[in-house]
Each structure stands twice: as C-alpha cells, then as structure tokens.
C-alpha cells in the first residue's frame, strides 16, 4: 500500500505542476524492491480504464465528457477519499495476433463470432460474424474484463470467458492468454515485465505448432481443438468448387449420392450364424489362429502351417484391390472401419480365411493426395479394429509404394514401420520380375520380421507352344528359383491382367508345386476376362494353397472373383461360412449403391476406346512386349496415349524417337530406372530414344539396379527439417517416411489438413457430394458433438478477391466462409477476362523460400533476381496494422525469384522470393 500511495503522489505532483485539468494516465514501472520510475503522462483513458471503472464502480468515460464540458470534480462526486476499490478485476484483451508467429497480426473474415457472458464478465469491442479484419488498423478485437472479490475467483472468471468465446476465421492471442491464466506463477501473483521471457513454454502448444489430427481436450492451450471450423471450410469450398478434377469424380454422378451414412454390418448377426455352425461342426473349424502363429512363432511356423493345412484358403482383397481396381482406390477409411469388426468376426470364425489385403499399392499416395487421409492411421485403426486377422499390403520391391526408386535404407525402414503397425504379409513383386529388384524388397520385408510372399508377375499364355514365346514355363520356373534362393516365404502368381487360363493356372501351379513341395504358393488374377473363378478353381485343384476373392458386391470386372461363388466351388474344400458372407456384402452392396459414384474420367480420350486399346497393344510392343503392372504399366499406357493424341504410326514413332516430347516414363523405363525388361530392350527404339536424352551424370543408362547407386537417406536430418516447418507434434517417423516416398503429396497433404483439418471424421455424403442451398445435413463426431449444418446462401462472386462468401447455419448459428472461387477465376481467365492473382505459397520445407509473416503491403523491395545475399540481410518491408516490419534473408546465396513489387498487398505465407544457397 505505501508504494501505492507514493506513485498516486507522484502522479498528482506531476499534472498539478502542468496545470492538468482532465482524465489522463500517468504511467510508472516498480522494481522488485519497490521503486518507482516514471515513463509517461498519456492526455486521455487507456484501454486499462475499464479495471478501474469495475473496481471504483467510476464511469471514467462519460467523467471525461463531463470534466471537459466544465464540471469540476467535486460535482460529479469524484472525491479522492470517497473512491474505495473492492474486490478484484484484470483485463484481457483479444487481438487477431498469432503467438506462434511472435504476435504476427493476422486479416481475414470472422466465420462466426460469439462472446462470452455471465457473472462478472465485461466486454467492450466491436466484432460481429462476417467481419473483415484489414491490415490497416489495429489488431484488437475485444476486450474481456473479469472482476470478482478475490484474484483467484477474478482468474477462474476469465479462464472460462476465453474458454466461452466463439471467434473463428482468424488467429487469435486467445491460447497464449489462456497458458498465462494456467501458469502458477501467475496465479500465485508473482510474476514482472519479464514473464514472458522467464517463461517461454507460455508460447508453445499454439495452434500454429497444433497439428489438426491431435485433439485437444482441456491440456494447456485450455480450449478444445475446433474441428467444426476446418470442416466448415471444406463444405464452404466443396460448394463453391466442386471436386478437383483430379479426384476422378464424374460431378453429375456425386450429386446424386445418397444424403444418409450406409449402417454398419451386425457382428452379433454373423456371431449367431457361426454359432450355429459351432453347434454342428465343432470348434475345428476355427483353428488355426493365423496371424497368432506368425507372431509368436514367427513366418517360417506360418508357412508350414499353410502348407499342413488341408484345405483351401482364400484372401478377401476388398479393403485393397478391389476398390483399387474398380474405384481407382478411392474408398475411404471410415468405410472400412465400418465394416471393421463384423469382417474381424466374420473371418475369425473360420480356419479357411488367410488373410485380408488391406495396404499397400495405391492405397498410400491416394490416402494423402485424395481422400486427405494418413495411410499409417488407416493401417493402425484398422489394425486395432481387426485384431485377429492377417494383414496383407502390396510391395512395389524397390519402389516400395511409389511409383520410383528409393535409396535402400528408405525401403528397409519403410517395411520395418509398416510391420510395427500392424501389417503381416508383404506381397513383394516387381513390374518387370526383375530379380535385384525384388531381392530389395524381399530382405527388405523379411527383416521387418513379416510373412514374405515374392510375386510372379504373370503376362502372356504359359500354356502356348510358340517358339517365340518369352514367357513360357522355364521363365517362370527359374524365376521361381531364384526368389525361394532369396528366401521368400511363400510364391505368388500375381495375374495382374485376367491372362490366367483355367488350362494355364493347372500347368503353372502344378509345376511349382512339384518344383517346391514346402512353399505355400498364393494365386491372384483379376476377373477382366470373367475367367478369374475357374481360373482360382483349377488353380486350387492343382495344388495353390490360397487363392484371392473379394466380396460379392466388390468383384467382377477389373477386380477379384467373387468370393461367394468362390467358396461355392470349392465346396468342402472350404469352411467359410456363406451366411456370414452374405451379412458382409449385404453392406458392401448398400455401399456401392450409396456411395461408389466415383469413377474415373478419361484423359481427353473420351469416345476413343477402341483406338487407347489398339494403341495400348502397339506401346506394348514397342516397349519389348513386358509385363504390366504398376509402374510399367503407366509407362505403357503413357506411351499408348502419346500415340493416339499424336496419331502416329509405330514406324514414325521408333524413326523420329530422338526428337519426339516422349513421355518421361518412356524414357526413364529406356534409362533402366524400373530395370531390364524379360528378354531386353527393343531396338533400334531404344537407341533411338536415348539420343540426347543423358542421366544427370551424362551417362546414357543405368548399369545396374538404380536404387543401388542412390546414398542412405538422412532420417535425421529430413525429420529436422520437417520439425521445423510443420513443429515438432506434427511430425514422427511415420511422417518421415510419408515425405521420403511422396515429397510434394505430403507437403500438400498438410496444407490441406491445416486449412480443412482431419476430414477422415466427415461421413462420405459429405465428403464427396457438394450441398446445396437450402439443404441441410448432420454431423456427429461423438457423444454430445452434434451438428446440424444448413447451407444458408452462396453470394456472388467478388472480382476484386476472386472468392464467394458462403454463409452456413450451424445448430442455427450463422458462419460466414469466405472462400476462393476457383471454377469462376479460371472460366474468366480461360475467357480473357480479368483473373485475380493468386499467389504462390512458401514451401516451409525449403530454407530458401521467403514468405510473408503476415498480411500486409510490402512498403520496400531491396534485391533484384541475381542479386548475392548474406543471412539476416534485409530484403523487403511490410506495412501491416500499424508496424512496419523486416523481412530478412533466411540463409545466404544467389536471388532467383522476386515475386512482389513495392506497393503490393500480400496475404500470410505468400512466396516473396527465393534464394539459391551457396
């Protein structure tokens, strides 16, 4: 109290000695020993004013009017010893600032905006839904005044008001002011001007440095991660844009999907089925546990298992393949969870199902580059909701699950991960069956500790007499050999394009398993040319011991062979319950009813199959007649399409080779990236295409297996560097490996997730089919999280922005989306018209890209491409909200790119230039 008096003292003393007549602020600084210094006198009220107004119980504000209107003191009851503070009140006022950008101001529309009420609480500010914060002025919103009779109850007050608030479309200081109620040393009373800097974990766990997927519940940031905004954001843009042309999707089709969630399948149904089974056949016929014996045992105790095993087993391929063939691997995995739990007890319930391919192939990049969702969370929820059953994925060898080469130790690394989450079996196989490739991936997969089943690629007619033919019983015999020396586990025939025969399969299976009695031999075909059942039938007459289906509702065509029709065949050779099947397709079949509209569109070639097929059969040829498969088949089919958009003839082709734009998969597969092809290179078309057209280190091709001569890749380093651009709770090793397969998919995995967050958790209705104005839909995303979303409005289009304002109601709350309108932009540019400019985005992972901070006009460009840079060196100036900020050079090196010029207006994390390092 005594300091408190010397400062009023002090103050009176200094505006009585300037004859100051008027409310005003006299400011000071105390020092831990109870000094005082003097800062400054301010001639007006402070946006403190209003702690003391609920303090004093003292309008300060409408004083002011009253002193400068002549009222003196006295007669506006302002007597000094008449003013008695009670109680406590602190003030916190909410600014569109990002702590996790050092308090870099942030623009934009407030999506919605709602603020907190109740005992106690104040608000002074001007913010409502639909709100646009400019650059131009200051960053406060809000202001927040809790006042109770004591500090603990006036902090428990204002705990709750920043919980309460409801302002999204926009960054706030709302997390950082909510770790500041949370610190003990705050709520102690003991805290200076350097608490900030004595404590800076108050700045972390910022929604900046949040990751969408991580849930907060009440941790330290003190409000629950809002999932609803992102989600908001995505039914906004998916109305205004539709679907990206490369999703696939046929926009008439999407909009006729079904508005409500397919139900799940009833486990207790197949329970009773199999019960009942139980009751008549016994326990046998649920033994042997599959994926038991592979863990604990180990895969040589699976393989014998197999091999002892009497009858025939099957692998259900719907979770993978089949929607890879039929769907272009678009199902999501809120689908397969839904079925989940009734396939683990469908198939649990019977010795005869080996295992369920799930992962793998294609399944990875579309996870991220389509369907927005982390393949290794598939693999991982899946595995828990399906604990007892084998997993199975695809292994591209040594491509893993892309579609190129990686150094070794990425493709060790990856199946050792892919075994820790949960998958079992690994499918190595090779486009080409180009052994060092596979010998890659089969100590690759079998050091994971999985089951390794090395694949046959199978092409052409095994059964034919042909002297010219490659493919004939010693190719695939001594191929054979070669991946049993390189200790597969199991073989596979892998029948890719429906080519196996029921006569082919007989020879092909029986040989094998005369040439490897103890090796359990797999076999795979797609039912293409409607052989695919008879085909697995002879298969497993002449001694296959697993054959693949997918489910009824998911087979024919491009995919497997029906498993019900399967089993049927097999008769007593098979103990797979067809009731309980049936229980299963009758979900899948409601799905594609519902949901499947999802096809893919062809590439500027519609009405010109006929001339794709024979075109496809010509590439084919002139590639030296290869298997074909992922990636040699899309080196075909780029080499067919080139040929039809050309109209070109195989002679003109193989001539003017040198000179033609060829697609880069056609020369890259004549470099050796994807190995030799069966037989070798064609001439003189390979030759040909080399012309001109080096490797970076000027030699004409690769000498040996590509992989090989690529240096480790530095784990460390690259997950560093992710750390850095994306924080350290985003990233794992999991995302590692995710940006080491697919670098730029990932990176615009993350963008995407950061605007629209985890949208695994929005139904497929909803995630696929665009709403409509007026209509209305339901989200649940838990106990007590529902929402009832209803597409209010779509206004029109504004030129000067490029985007709509989309206006949605939420349990009959507005939101107002402002969002970019990319069908209109391009339809204007495409027409001549005037396009807003969309600018380029910072590539966090890249030291050399320089954003923006912040929103804001770039006052002064100081560098010129070519211009040489050191570090910290200052190369542009924003103007935003009242401060001028310092862009600097994040390393040293060479400008390559300038972007913006003075006087421009930028968004946050616009690209402003690029430097080379030295």
């Not at 005869?352 to 192939?361: A, I, P, T």
């Not at 007026?774 to 929402?787: I, N, R, V, W």
Request: negative net charge; glycine residues 8%; proline residues 5%.
């Amino acid at each position: 109290m005594e300091v408190r008096k010397a400062v009023l003292e002090d103050a009176l003393k200094i505006t009585k000695a300037c004859n100051y007549k008027n409310a005003g602020t006299v400011e000071f600084l105390v020092d831990d020993q109870g000094r005082h210094y003097f800062m400054e006198v301010n001639p007006r009220v402070q946006v403190e004013h209003t702690v003391t107004e609920q303090v004093t119980g003292v309008d300060i504000v409408q004083s002011t009017f009253l002193i400068a209107g002549g009222a003196s003191l006295e007669d506006i009851g302002l007597v000094q010893e008449n003013i008695i503070p009670r109680g406590v009140a602190m003030q916190c006022r909410i600014t569109t600032e990002d702590p996790a950008r050092d308090f870099a101001p942030d623009t934009g529309m407030l999506d919605v905006c709602r603020h907190s009420v109740g005992p106690g609480i104040r608000v002074d500010g001007y913010a409502y839904p639909g709100m646009v914060v400019q650059p131009y002025f200051d960053s406060l919103l809000v202001k927040y005044t809790a006042s109770h009779k004591d500090w603990d109850g006036a902090i428990r007050r204002m705990r709750r008001a920043l919980r309460e608030n409801h302002i999204r479309g926009v960054k706030t200081n709302i997390p950082f002011l909510l770790n500041v109620m949370d610190h003990p040393d705050f709520i102690a009373g003991s805290f200076d001007l350097n608490f900030i800097q004595d404590n800076p974990e108050l700045l972390l766990n910022l929604p900046g440095t949040l990751s969408a997927h991580e849930v907060q519940t009440e941790g330290t940031v003190g409000q629950k991660y809002d999932h609803i905004e992102g989600y908001l954001k995505y039914i906004a843009n998916l109305a205004v844009n539709g679907h990206p042309k490369s999703l696939g999707a046929d926009p008439t089709l999407v909009r006729t999907l079904s508005n409500n969630d397919v139900p799940a399948p009833k486990s207790s149904a197949i329970s009773d089925i199999l019960e009942h089974k139980k009751e008549l056949f016994g326990d046998t016929i649920t033994a042997p546990r599959w994926r038991k014996i592979l863990r604990e045992q180990g895969p040589k105790a699976l393989a014998k298992a197999v091999r002892d095993h009497q009858n025939v087993l099957v692998t259900d391929t719907t979770w993978r393949d089949a929607h890879q063939s039929l769907l272009a691997t678009r199902m999501r995995t809120a689908d397969l969870l839904k079925a989940a739990e009734a396939t683990n007890t469908a198939f649990n319930g019977t010795s005869d199902v080996f295992s369920l391919e799930m992962w793998g192939g294609a399944t990875f990049d579309v996870s991220m580059n389509f369907l927005r969702e982390c393949p290794w969370k598939r693999l991982e929820e899946l595995r828990e909701a399906a604990p007892d059953m084998l997993f199975q994925m695809l292994l591209r060898g040594a491509n893993a699950v892309g579609y190129t080469v990686y150094p070794d130790n990425v493709v060790y690394e990856f199946c050792k991960q892919a075994y820790k989450s949960g998958n079992d079996i690994f499918r190595v196989f090779d486009s080409l069956n180009y052994v060092d490739n596979m010998e890659l991936g089969i100590k690759a997969a079998a050091a994971s500790g999985g089951f390794v089943e090395a694949a046959i690629c199978y092409t052409g007619d095994v059964t034919s007499s042909d002297p010219s033919n490659k493919y004939n019983l010693k190719y695939y015999l001594d191929f054979a050999t070669q991946l049993v020396d390189l200790g597969a586990h199991a073989l596979a025939i892998k029948d890719m394009a429906g080519l196996l025969t029921p006569r082919a399969a007989t020879l092909l299976v029986s040989e094998l398993r005369s040439a490897f009695p103890d090796v359990p031999i797999h076999l795979h075909t797609h039912d293409t040319a409607g052989m695919g059942v008879a085909a697995m039938f002879a298969g497993a007459e002449a001694g296959a011991d697993i054959v693949d289906g997918a489910i009824d509702a998911m087979s024919g065509l491009s995919s497997q062979p029906c498993l019900g029709a399967l089993v049927s065949a097999l008769g007593d050779k098979s103990n797979v319950d067809l009731d309980a099947l049936q229980v299963l397709n009758e979900y899948w079949k409601a799905w594609t009813v519902h949901q499947s509209s999802v096809p893919v569109e062809a590439v500027g070639l519609s009405g010109r199959f006929a001339e794709v097929k024979k075109a496809y059969a010509l590439a084919n040829k002139l590639l030296g007649d290869i298997p074909k498969v992922t990636p040699s088949s899309k080196t075909v089919g780029d080499l067919a399409q080139f040929i039809v958009g050309l109209k070109i003839s195989g002679d003109e082709l193989v001539e003017n080779a040198a000179t033609l734009p060829l697609p880069n998969s056609v020369v890259e597969y004549m470099q050796g990236a994807l190995g030799p092809p069966p037989g070798g290179y064609p001439e003189p078309f390979r030759t040909n295409v080399l012309k001109g057209r080096p490797l970076k280190d000027g030699r004409s091709m690769f000498t040996a297996r590509p992989g090989a001569e690529l240096p480790d890749y530095d784990f460390v380093e690259a997950e560093k560097n992710l750390k850095e651009a994306y924080g350290n709770s985003r990233i794992g090793f999991k995302e590692v490996l995710s940006h080491a397969m697919y670098p730029q998919v990932f990176k615009d995995y993350l963008a995407f997730e950061k605007v629209y967050g985890d949208v695994e958790k929005l139904p497929t209705h909803m995630f696929l089919r665009p709403m409509t104005v007026g209509e209305e839909s339901h989200l649940h995303l838990g106990p007590g999280k529902d929402y009832y979303i209803r597409l209010a409005a779509i206004d029109q289009f504004d030129e000067d922005l490029g985007t709509r304002t989309v206006t949605l109601e939420v349990n009959g709350e507005k939101w107002f989306i402002r969002t970019p309108d990319t069908v209109t932009t391009l339809e204007s540019a495409t027409a001549g018209g005037p396009a807003p400019k969309r600018r380029e985005k910072k590539d966090p992972t890249e030291k050399g890209s320089i954003g923006t901070p912040m929103p804001g006009q770039i006052v002064a460009v100081n560098v010129e491409e070519g211009d040489e840079v050191k570090e910290g060196q200052t190369l542009f100036k924003l103007s935003a909200m009242k401060m001028e900020t310092e862009i600097k050079a994040p390393i040293s090196g060479t400008i390559t790119r300038v972007l913006v010029s003075q006087s421009d207006s930028v968004e946050g994390d616009d690209l402003l230039a690029v430097v080379m390092a030295e």
